[in-house]
């Protein structure tokens, strides 16, 4: 029977099958994710451990027999290929598996993590293989006439409901009773609190991540940072666009909005160019780390070695700040790394510059233009980017090491006070990672690092903050305003007024919301000093995660007002702003002018 035969054959029952395949991926996309998170999180007992294995291995196969009948109901099957690789090559690593295990009792995916001892062995790619199928059928449900409406949302609320979503789960994941180490469980407060920390990419935290949260916890706190620093958005789009022909023109008009793309055109490749050179740099980054951990660093295996240099890596670059060590890296194995340091802070650097300029300066395509025509320059946004962030993290290193020379600085010598003094610039304003004792930090230096920290990262980026075009925007507008000149100019080129307007409206909605939320934590804990609940407080809204040590001290309502502070500093005061609003009936009209005495 050839090629053209077949496919006669099959057409008549092709949409049929289409039909049942959907369905029952779905199905068993929801069975195969709630017995994984019931496998780790909840049952104890080995000989049921082994069902529910055996239960997901059949979940698998059956993926497996999906996917070839979809090659097979598929009249261009050299393009399918193409399209799907990626789940392609998942399903031929799960067939190899079952194989393996089933017919000559080799499981190889468990022999190859198990060599080098990677916590959850070979539940990593049952995980992975779930999670892609649920995914697959997340966008199938949204593409479909039923979840239209949920479509049609603006891209600003979609936003801001896919971390409520990813935060939620988080929580829920966290309150597992095999996902922390202490036998009573995790509080809900609590959980909401690391769930919402690690989404928001801030770090501060109410319990140690390194002691507290199993490997199973770690890898379910690694996955919401890594999440949540890209995005729910951009990761499901992604997805969509390796799963299918492209995305629709829905998507597309979202992505451009939130990643701030010029065109929708440019939309299309910058997502793929986004995920890709995002997962080199924390690939490179962990690396680099793995081989640069100190001497007194120890590692019970390979494996955790392996995990503790990606861990670090991701947090690095989605500017988390989290550590697996107590103290983070003033921790006393790693007090003295100092190339560890510097690692650490250019994947700060590069997380906190934000996707355009990244993708403007080291995407292989923007290099190799620049090779052929040095002389073209860096778009704006990159060049104010790139500038103010040198200006920022230059006067911070000097403002540190002049401040804290015989403090916290006092025992090192001029070098590696200069690295301390470089990495806490660095970091402090979006990573939250500390070299330093920052509750021992004069009050000079914590008035310096508020004043960094509202700042924050650049627009696009993993951090929070204000961003630093927005600081820049309201500099040169300050200038202007003290130099009597009409228009904002920077680069030979005019800044429109309303992106000043806009400057404005973030730094005042921000200012008020910092000042009434640290009004409220003057009430609900008191007992602590009121510059240390101001660092707190700017530390949560900027998604930085510096402490001066009081987070796991504060009151319920007080971490409940650190919440949604670390959340409202995330989604960016702008975009919820937006989102809230609602159109004027009508703007084609305008008042008499009125004069109004300022200053």
């Not at 940072?225 to 799963?243: N, R």
């Not at 090192?412 to 990672?433: K, M, P, W």
Request: hydrophobic share 50%.
């Amino acid at each position: 029977m050839n090629t053209e035969t077949l496919n006669r054959v099959l057409y008549g029952s092709k949409l049929r099958a289409y039909a049942l395949m959907r369905r029952t991926t779905y199905v068993l996309s929801v069975l195969a994710v709630g017995l994984l998170i019931y496998a780790h999180g909840v049952v104890e007992s080995p000989a049921r451990l082994q069902m529910l294995y055996y239960a997901i291995d059949v979940i698998l196969a059956v993926f497996v027999i999906i996917y070839f009948l979809r090659i097979l109901y598929t009249f261009e099957r050299i393009k399918f290929l193409r399209r799907t690789w990626f789940e392609g090559i998942l399903m031929a690593i799960v067939l190899v598996n079952q194989v393996g295990t089933y017919m000559f009792d080799v499981p190889v995916v468990y022999n190859v993590f198990e060599s080098v001892g990677i916590p959850l062995s070979v539940e990593l790619y049952r995980v992975i293989v779930s999670l892609y199928m649920m995914v697959l059928l997340v966008i199938e449900l949204l593409e479909t006439k039923v979840h239209l409406k949920t479509v049609q949302m603006k891209p600003s609320i979609l936003f801001i409901l896919s971390f409520i979503v990813l935060v939620l789960v988080g929580a829920g994941m966290f309150m597992l009773p095999k996902m922390t180490t202490a036998p009573e469980g995790m509080r809900f407060i609590d959980a909401l609190f690391m769930a919402t920390s690690a989404s928001c990419v801030t770090g501060l935290a109410v319990v140690d991540p390194g002691t507290y949260f199993t490997p199973a916890g770690q890898v379910v706190l690694l996955m919401l940072i890594q999440m949540g620093g890209l995005g729910i958005l951009t990761f499901a789009t992604f997805f969509a666009s390796l799963m299918k022909q492209g995305v629709g023109i829905k998507q597309h008009v979202a992505m451009h909005e939130l990643l701030e793309s010029e065109t929708l055109y440019s939309t299309k490749g910058l997502l793929r160019q986004l995920i890709f050179l995002t997962f080199t740099i924390e690939a490179v980054g962990a690396i680099i780390i793995f081989v640069s951990w100190g001497p007194g660093a120890e590692f019970m295996n390979l494996g955790s070695k392996i995990f503790f240099s990606v861990f670090h890596a991701i947090s690095a670059f989605c500017n988390a700040g989290f550590s697996l060590y107590p103290e983070g890296l003033y921790t006393q194995p790693v007090r003295f790394a100092y190339v560890l340091h510097l690692v650490v802070a250019m994947l700060i650097i590069f997380g906190g510059i934000g996707f355009p300029t990244i993708l403007d300066v080291l995407s292989p395509k923007a290099m190799r233009t620049r090779l052929h025509a040095p002389w073209k320059n860096w778009k704006m946004l990159s060049r104010i980017t790139i500038y103010t962030s040198a200006a920022l993290i230059l006067m911070g290193t000097v403002g540190f090491f002049l401040l804290e020379y015989y403090n916290t600085l006092s025992e090192l010598n001029f070098v590696e006070a200069l690295i301390a003094s470089f990495f806490q610039s660095v970091t402090t304003r979006t990573a939250g990672f500390n070299t330093v004792d920052i509750s021992a930090l004069n009050i000079p230096t914590l008035m310096m690092f508020i004043f960094l920290m509202f700042i924050g990262a650049s627009p696009g980026s993993t951090g929070g903050g204000i961003k630093t075009t927005t600081f820049t925007v309201i500099l040169i507008s300050v200038w202007a305003t003290i130099r009597n000149k009409r228009n904002m100019e920077v680069g030979h080129r005019t800044i429109p007024h309303s992106v000043s307007y806009k400057a404005f409206s973030v730094f005042t909605f921000a200012a008020m919301l910092n000042i009434l939320f640290i009004f409220v934590l003057s009430i609900t804990d008191a007992q602590f000093d009121i510059m240390k609940l101001a660092f707190e407080q700017v530390s949560a809204f900027a998604t930085v995660g510096l402490s001066t040590g009081i987070t796991a001290g504060l009151s319920d309502l007080g971490k409940v007002v650190i919440i949604l502070s670390m959340y409202i500093g995330r989604v960016g005061t702008l975009t919820l702003a937006l989102a809230l609003s609602t159109r004027t009936t009508s703007t084609n009209y305008r008042y008499p002018e009125t004069h109004l005495a300022v200053g």
